[in-house]
């Protein structure tokens, strides 16, 4: 139904005008029948932007690609990949295997909103947000220096717009 | 005093009338308004204090989006305004739009943060 590859330099700015980018595009693709769809992927997407745009090195690429198969098994993947410090994959396995070892999302991502309510940098919560408020599942693949966060989610029986 | 802020893609001001503080939120709230909010955030919780107001309204209704930082924010200033003795607490009422996504799944969660402190509004 659709694939999106974009790739862009670590930027922070272009972070939202991507995320508006992404969320017109599906709009005109599966229209407002699908509205919390679309809105759940914008999240999503910036989400994983900002994720990159804070922690990958300076003058890094960032390559953020979408599948959307709207069939009657169909599914939805998001696939942000990026380098990245050993540092920072060190955390994003912690952050991801709580998130997937957590039984209730959103308990988890309220629990992660009051961890160190005061510390305003490293908190994983774009993470738990993702699988809370977007519904999608996370997986983190490392290769080398290089990290790829992939959010899945059902999106079966998708009608396109008219 | 009445807060405000202003950046190219957002905006935050606010106002006081009887007994409340309101304050309105406008715009894209992405990682570049972070600072910014949490300034605005800071001044309003003196606002609230200096004027002792029992309520703060913030309307979000016009927000564009909000990022985790930018909620992260909001949570380290519920939990500023927790710390108040009782006889000078404010209440929180967030304002939103139940039609956005993400309003309203973060204005519930954010309520989750401190039940006791926060009110919802649609």
Redesign the interface.
């Given at each position: 139904m659709l694939t999106l590859e974009i790739g862009l330099d670590r930027n922070a700015l272009l972070v939202t005008p991507t995320r508006r980018y992404v969320q017109r595009v599906l709009e005109c693709l599966v229209g407002a029948a699908n509205k919390e769809l679309v809105e759940r992927v914008a999240l999503v997407v910036h989400e994983l932007l900002e994720n990159g745009a804070k922690y990958a090195p300076a003058g890094a690429r960032m390559d953020l690609s979408l599948m959307l198969d709207g069939s009657a098994d169909g599914s939805l993947v998001i696939r942000l990949t990026n380098p990245t410090t050993p540092v920072h994959v060190d955390r994003l396995k912690q952050f991801v295997a709580e998130i997937q070892a957590a039984q209730d999302a959103t308990a988890l991502y309220i629990e992660m909103m009051c961890r160190d309510p005061f510390d305003q940098n490293t908190s994983g919560l774009g993470l738990a947000r993702i699988r809370a408020e977007g519904e999608m599942n996370l997986d983190l693949v490392v290769a080398a220096e290089t990290a790829t966060i992939v959010a899945r989610a059902a999106a079966p029986h998708l009608q396109q717009a008219a | 005093m009445s807060p405000s802020i202003k950046t190219q893609?957002f905006s935050a001001s606010s106002k006081v009338g009887e007994g409340t503080l309101l304050t309105k939120l406008v715009g894209?709230a992405?990682?570049?308004v972070?600072t910014a909010l949490?300034d605005f955030l800071g001044q309003v919780h003196e606002a609230a204090r200096s004027e002792s107001v029992s309520q703060v309204v913030v309307d979000l209704k016009d927000v564009e989006?909000m990022?985790?930082?930018c909620?992260?924010?909001i949570?380290?200033w519920?939990?500023v305004a927790r710390e108040l003795p009782l006889a000078n607490r404010y209440e929180i009422l967030l304002d939103y739009d139940p039609n956005?996504?993400?309003q309203r799944?973060?204005v519930h969660?954010?309520a989750?943060?401190a039940t006791e402190l926060v009110r919802l509004q649609s």
């Open positions: - | 893609a894209n992405d990682i570049g972070k949490a989006f990022n985790s930082a909620l992260k924010t949570v380290t519920i939990f956005v996504l993400w799944r973060s969660a954010l989750c943060v």
